[in-house]
Antibody, heavy 119, light 107 residues
Framework: QVQLVESGGGLVKPGGSLRLSCAAS????????MSWIRQAPGKGLEWVSY????????YYADSVKGRFTISRDNAKNSLYLQMNSLRAEDTAVYYC????????????WGQGTLVTVSS | DIQMTQSPSSLSASVGDRVTITCRAS??????LNWYQQKPGKAPKLLIY???SLQSGVPSRFSGSGSGTDFTLTISSLQPEDFATYYC?????????FGQGTRLEIK
């Protein structure tokens, strides 16, 4: 069965860095586009970043552009999000999610990992 | 960016009720509209994609309709496990955007 398992969250000071990982299993990872989506405590869903199946196409939300970097290692069935210059407003649960293509829904989500940015 | 507006923001209903949630896009998104259900502490779950297609394994009491800018999610007969928050999402253009959510509560 499809599984997405995020890790790497935690408490970090403003201005700090964190790297999230998402381990995929149960499907051919290299066939799928992947995204990171976040949810601040008690708030709605915000798309963060997207990477195509080959890694050749990448998009970011304006709120994270220049600070976050998405990447993937298809040989390791893994998705990553490098987060630099973290701010209090980046505090959220971060989910990785699978898409079949560029205009398709997120059909599987991980359980999420909590990132807290606080001094 | 395309703005997605859901109504109502919250809703109280009873088991067995028929419930409709509305989602409006700030511009036409054809049928690139998806609906998700989220329970507390859990990841969102895809219910409906492409406005009206039922995701595999989702009960048939859930249905979606609409195209262009106006969409609805209908639950024909509420079950206890349906009390959750529902989000619409447009996948027409990047950045994909979500509605603010509709919290469905037990009356």
């Amino acid at each position: 069965q499809v599984q997405l398992v995020e890790s790497g969250g935690g408490l970090v000071k403003p201005g700090g860095s964190l790297r999230l990982s998402c381990a995929a299993s149960g499907f051919t990872f290299s066939d799928y586009y992947m995204s990171w989506i976040r949810q601040a405590p008690g708030k709605g869903l915000e798309w963060v970043s997207y990477i195509s199946s080959s890694g050749s196409t990448i998009y970011y939300a304006d709120s994270v552009k220049g600070r976050f970097t998405i990447s993937r290692d298809n040989a390791k069935n893994s998705l990553y999000l490098q987060m630099n210059s973290l701010r209090a407003e980046d505090t959220a649960v971060y989910y990785c999610a699978r898409e079949t293509g560029a205009v398709t829904p997120f059909d599987y989500w991980g359980q999420g990992t909590l990132v807290t940015v606080s001094s | 960016d395309i703005q997605m507006t859901q109504s109502p923001s919250s809703l109280s209903a009873s088991v067995g009720d028929r419930v409709t949630i509305t989602c409006r896009a700030s511009q036409s998104i054809s049928s690139y509209l998806n609906w998700y259900q989220q329970k507390p502490g859990k990841a969102p779950k895809l219910l409906i994609y492409a406005a009206s297609s039922l995701q595999s394994g989702v009960p048939s009491r859930f249905s979606g309709s609409g195209s262009g800018t106006d969409f609805t999610l209908t639950i024909s007969s509420l079950q206890p496990e349906d009390f959750a928050t529902y989000y619409c999402q447009q996948s027409y253009s990047t950045p994909v955007t979500f509605g603010q959510g509709t919290r469905l509560e037990i009356k």
